[in-house]
Nanobody, 115 residues
Framework: VQLVESGGGLVQPGGFLRLSCAAS????????MSWYRQAPGKERELVAR????????????SLRGPVKGRFTISRDNVHNTVYLQMNSLKPEDTAVYYC?????RGQGTQVTVSS
């Protein structure tokens, strides 16, 4: 299982980023995929999940308020890639973002929201 995230970086509050996760080494279209994040000094938390077909998404109750309408998970089963579109970014979104499935996770990509 290989998961490689990209698209992170430094962005000003109110800005946007689109994270990508390129997958290989397993039958991508048969696995649900997730994005997690871990901020400094905090535990890793689930941000979003998408089913294998890409037609059902889940955002945890704990984050529905903070991320509702701002984050969108999607996937492309032809190109074995899962995305996280993040809009109206806030400083509290600063974290390392990981994609993962039941078989493993990537190394993460740093997202820093700061003016």
């Amino acid at each position: 299982v290989q998961l490689v995230e990209s698209g992170g970086g430094l962005v000003q509050p109110g800005g946007f980023l689109r994270l990508s996760c390129a997958a290989s080494g397993f039958p991508f279209s048969t696995y649900a995929m997730s994005w997690y994040r871990q901020a400094p000094g905090k535990e890793r938390e689930l941000v979003a999940r998408i089913n294998s077909a890409g037609n059902i998404t889940y955002y945890p109750d704990s984050l529905r308020g903070p991320v509702k309408g701002r984050f969108t998970i999607s996937r492309d089963n032809v190109h074995n890639t899962v995305y996280l579109q993040m809009n109206s970014l806030k400083p509290e979104d600063t974290a390392v973002y990981y994609c993962a499935n039941s078989a493993g996770r990537g190394q993460g990509t740093q997202v820093t929201v700061s003016s």
